[in-house]
């Protein structure tokens, strides 16, 4: 299996663009998680969907952003506008559902700059 | 709500010393527990997990055992290597997962 694929793996975009984070996850896992990481707050879940559904949004900073996921197989996150304090790494995860308590993978990340 | 504390780092050690990362949490029902490891410029990788109470967890040599009286899953290995060398997250899952702020650790040659 190729594991979780995350794209694009570094992004570098000016304040005020819109970034569109991507996400496969692992076939056959039910559950998809995208976290941020930065070195003053650790490793923060924006929002966790279970079925395509999401399930718990709460982490997620503010209307800037947004995330879906359309089918099984394929998730986005997206910053619109963008601002330079989302700078940070973005990770997706997957699992094969929450009521098995199945930890997550992750992916390798996307290192996302804005200046 | 349910919270992770592990030690604050960067933890330092020569190689084939001992290694203990310690974690406690809260949590209102019974999670299952975890530790992640991430080396420089990856994602983070399951290293090992315990369901239950008393449970061990085990793997490349760590260990980690779930202490629901003392709420702790204590890392620890008996010799480390240079290659071990990594950011290590205890977490914590009941319905959603929780990790906490991550332990770097260096081992020196």
């Known amino acids: 299996d190729a594991g979780v694929i995350q794209s694009p793996r570094h992004e570098v975009t000016e304040m005020g663009q819109e970034v569109t984070l991507r996400c496969k996850p692992i076939?056959?896992?039910?559950?998809l998680f995208w976290y941020r990481q930065t070195m003053m707050r650790g490793l923060e879940l924006l929002i966790y969907?279970?079925?395509?559904?999401?399930?718990?949004d709460s982490g997620m900073p503010e209307d800037r952003f947004s995330a879906k996921m359309p089918n099984a197989s394929f998730s986005t996150l997206k910053i619109q506008p963008s601002e330079p304090r989302d700078s940070a790494v973005y990770f997706c995860?997957?699992?094969?559902?929450?009521?098995?308590?199945?930890?997550?993978?992750f992916g390798p990340g996307t290192r996302l700059t804005v200046l | 709500g349910d919270s992770v504390t592990q030690m604050e780092g960067p933890v330092t050690l020569s190689e084939e010393a001992f290694l203990t990362i310690n974690c406690t949490y809260t949590?209102?029902?019974?999670?299952?527990l975890f530790w992640y490891v991430q080396y420089p410029g990856e994602g983070l990788q399951l290293l090992l997990k315990a369901t239950k109470a008393d449970d061990k967890g085990s793997n490349k040599g760590f260990e980690a055992t779930y202490r629901k009286e003392t709420t702790s899953f204590h890392l620890e290995k008996g010799s480390v290597q240079v290659s071990d060398s990594a950011v290590y997250f205890c977490?914590?899952?009941?319905?959603?997962?929780?990790f906490g702020k991550g332990t770097r650790l260096h081992i020196l040659p």
């Open positions: 977490a914590l899952q009941d319905d959603k997962i929780i």
């Open positions: 076939s056959g896992h039910n559950s």
């Open positions: 995860a997957s699992s094969f559902g929450l009521a098995e308590r199945d930890p997550p993978f």
């Open positions: 949590a209102t029902g019974y999670p299952s």
């Open positions: 969907f279970n079925n395509n559904v999401p399930i718990d």
